[in-house]
């Protein structure tokens, strides 16, 4: 059975840190190009970061560009994110997805196939 699992998610003030987990089962997480979304409220599912799985690239949008990171360990067939400098703006519900043209980091969601449920960031104070 496929499945995407995302935690760590949670409550965290402004400029703080996060960092969330996406594990895999059921496929081979390596042959795969991973991205992370995010939906706030009221708002369209928007692409921040992916990672490829022939070298390792990394891309982010311009809205998280150096304060998140993606990587992936695929003995553990595992992807993180680390979020850091948490801004309210940053308040989603986040998704890990993959792409089977692992070699193609893509910001579309009609490329992805395999999806999470889903975990709620919160940025307050």
């Known amino acids: 059975q496929v499945q995407l699992v995302e935690s760590g998610g949670g409550l965290v003030q402004p400029g703080g840190s996060l960092r969330l987990s996406c594990a895999a089962s059921?496929?081979?997480?390596?042959?795969?190009?991973i991205g992370w979304f995010r939906q706030a409220p009221g708002k369209e599912r928007e692409w921040i970061a992916c990672?490829?799985?022939?070298?390792?690239?990394?891309y982010y949008a311009d809205s998280v560009k150096g304060r998140f990171t993606i990587s992936r360990d695929n003995a553990k067939s595992t992807a993180y994110l680390q979020m850091n400098n948490l801004k309210a703006e940053d308040t989603a519900v986040y998704y890990c997805?993959?792409?089977?043209?692992?070699?193609?980091?893509?910001?579309?969601?009609?490329?992805?196939?395999?999806w999470g449920q889903g975990t709620q960031v919160t940025v307050s104070s």
């Open positions: 997805a993959t792409n089977p043209r692992g070699w193609y980091c893509s910001s579309a969601i009609s490329d992805y196939n395999y």
């Open positions: 059921g496929f081979r997480l390596d042959l795969y190009a």
């Open positions: 990672i490829s799985s022939s070298d390792g690239s990394t």
